[in-house]
């Protein structure tokens, strides 16, 4: 098991008021996993993110990552864990627009103290196993939505860690670029034996993707199962309005289409 979250609580101060934002959570992933969340605004997915990304700590409850428990970790080390075992992806590429694409994907390495010459050879590979390695003088600005992407994928897989983090990866790219980078990562996760937690609003997205599918509501992890499992037996209301918005698709069509699609 590479992360074990439970009785997780979160609850935010506004002014005299307690404001809960997770209510006793429970989740777990294990290694080589493609997990993703989905859920409404304000259901929390953001909020266990930033826990499992040891960006915030929860109010209560437990957090192991890799067998170390997150909460016991003073400020260093829990910088130290963020840096080393956790990769992050985002919606909207956070590069530095006067920066190459080395350079770029080189920061994290800079952070992690690694020495000029090392950083710009790991870099250098983590864009080729994106398919960037004729692009790494190029700016942010000379590259495409998708080229820019995986540009943020070869950041994530800098240094090597143990989960990537995937918020709303896909989402600011067109269709088929989208078809493009949901491939990579699955390429990526075959090879390296990655493990991905994977925010999406996409039901198309997620059916590709995901070996398990959680869906929060208040606050709360109200359904995790397969996806096939979850689309035969839903016990949430939200999840049935979620799921009865595309059509059944069985299995084996699935499977093919995934195929079809690599």
Do not use: W
């Not at 983590?126 to 390695?133: C, E, K």
């Not at 998708?146 to 269709?175: F, T």
């Amino acid at each position: 098991m590479i992360l074990d979250l439970k009785g997780i609580y979160k609850d935010y101060q506004q002014g005299k008021m307690t404001v809960p934002v997770l209510k006793d959570v429970d989740f777990s992933m294990e290694e080589g996993e493609y997990v993703a969340i989905m859920g409404p605004s304000g259901s929390g997915k953001t909020t266990l993110m930033n826990i499992i990304g040891c960006l915030d700590l929860p109010t209560s409850g437990s957090y192991e990552l890799a067998g170390q428990d997150v909460l016991q970790c003073k400020d260093r080390e829990l910088a130290d864990v963020r840096l080393n075992s956790i990769g992050f992806v985002f919606q909207s590429f956070h590069l530095l627009p006067r920066e190459s694409a080395l350079e770029n994907v080189a920061l994290p390495l800079i952070y992690a103290g690694v020495k000029k010459p090392d950083r710009e050879k790991r870099a250098a590979a983590a864009l080729d196993r994106v398919g960037l390695a004729d692009r790494v003088e190029f700016k942010p600005t000379q590259l495409s939505g998708g080229q820019k992407q995986r540009i943020g994928i070869a950041r994530a897989l800098a240094l090597e860690p143990k989960l990537i983090i995937c918020d709303e990866a896909v989402s600011a790219l067109d269709v088929s670029v989208q078809a493009q980078v949901l491939n990579l990562l699955q390429e990526l996760k075959e090879r390296l034996g990655l493990t991905y937690f994977f925010i999406s609003h996409n039901l198309n997205v997620v059916y590709q993707v995901s070996d398990r599918v959680g869906v929060m509501y208040l606050g709360k992890m109200v359904e995790i199962a397969a996806y096939d499992q979850l689309y035969e037996k839903r016990y949430h209301p939200y999840t049935e309005a979620l799921l009865s918005a595309i059509p059944q698709v069985d299995a084996d069509d699935r499977t093919e289409r995934i195929q079809l699609n690599r």
